[in-house]
């Protein structure tokens, strides 16, 4: 079976409503422990992925920065804005 791509896993997770979207709501998230994995945007502002990233060590969360910018995750996901971060909701790996 082939690996699924990046917009056929967005766009199934967020039929099945396990998807959180943005950069405040992700944050939140992650404090919480409700995140197994993290998607950024390429062109996420600096601040913003620092944040994440230092949360995603402390949580020992999966983090990956996509090869494409914020407004194409925003096509991606069917929103008319721009989105820099993606959280996946599930239980983290300790």
């Not at 998807?19 to 939140?28: C, D, F, H, T, Y």
């Not at 991606?76 to 599930?90: A, D, E, H, R």
Request: aromatic letters at 4%.
């Amino acid at each position: 079976m082939a690996k699924k791509t990046i917009v056929e896993e967005v766009r199934e997770l967020m039929a099945k409503k396990r998807l959180v979207i943005g950069a405040e709501s992700s944050i939140k998230s992650l404090k919480m422990g409700k995140v197994s994995k993290i998607y950024l945007s390429n062109n996420c502002q600096k601040v913003i992925q620092a944040d994440v990233e230092r949360y995603a060590k402390i949580g020992k969360i999966d983090l990956e920065i996509l090869n494409k910018s914020g407004e194409e995750i925003g096509v991606m996901c069917k929103k008319p804005f721009s989105i820099s971060v993606l959280c996946v909701l599930g239980e983290a790996k300790k």
